[in-house]
């Protein structure tokens, strides 16, 4: 399930750069499951793993395009567990003025025994994205404040 879902993802940004439409991953799961980043803490999402019952993935990537158009995951490692699997993403994309930008995140993925995600933790360095969001929205990384994420992606 999570190497279908990255190369479902590779595929959207290979479609951007090739000029064809990128197509939403498929290998998604819907329903509530646990979620956990260390900025916000624990939450339910409602629309399941990945987020794709709202199209997020392919918004967020859109968001990047703007001024790195070959933005999205260039490699990626999983590490399978009796519960799950933790998965390595290596993110990178090179600026319209030819700045090479790269970003780290890695996921924690548990399952049941049906294998059904029931939590996801998403561990990143946020300066080395809130310089990604700056470049693209022309402003200064140290002066960029966090705000809302989402919201952001929402107004692409």
């Known amino acids: 399930m999570a190497e279908t879902y990255l190369a479902e ?23 509530p499951i646990e979620f956990y980043i260390p900025q916000r803490g624990d939450s339910i999402m409602e629309s399941g793993a990945h987020f794709a019952d709202n199209g997020l993935p392919l918004r967020e990537l859109q968001l990047y395009w703007r001024r790195i158009p070959d933005f999205g995951i260039k490699r990626y490692e999983i590490f399978v567990s009796e519960t799950g699997w933790a998965q390595a993403l290596y993110w990178g994309g090179t600026g319209e003025d030819g700045t090479i930008f790269n970003a780290e995140e890695v996921d924690i993925v548990k399952t049941d025994e049906t294998f059904r995600v029931t939590r996801l933790e998403i561990y990143s360095d946020a300066k080395q994205w809130r310089e990604l969001v700056a470049y693209v ?17 929402g107004a692409h």
């Open 137 to 153: 929205h022309h402003a200064d990384a140290e002066q960029w404040v966090d705000g809302n994420y989402n919201e952001l992606i």
């Open 9 to 31: 993802h590779q595929a959207m940004t290979k479609a951007h750069i090739e000029g064809r439409t990128p197509v939403l991953p498929t290998a998604i799961q819907s329903g």
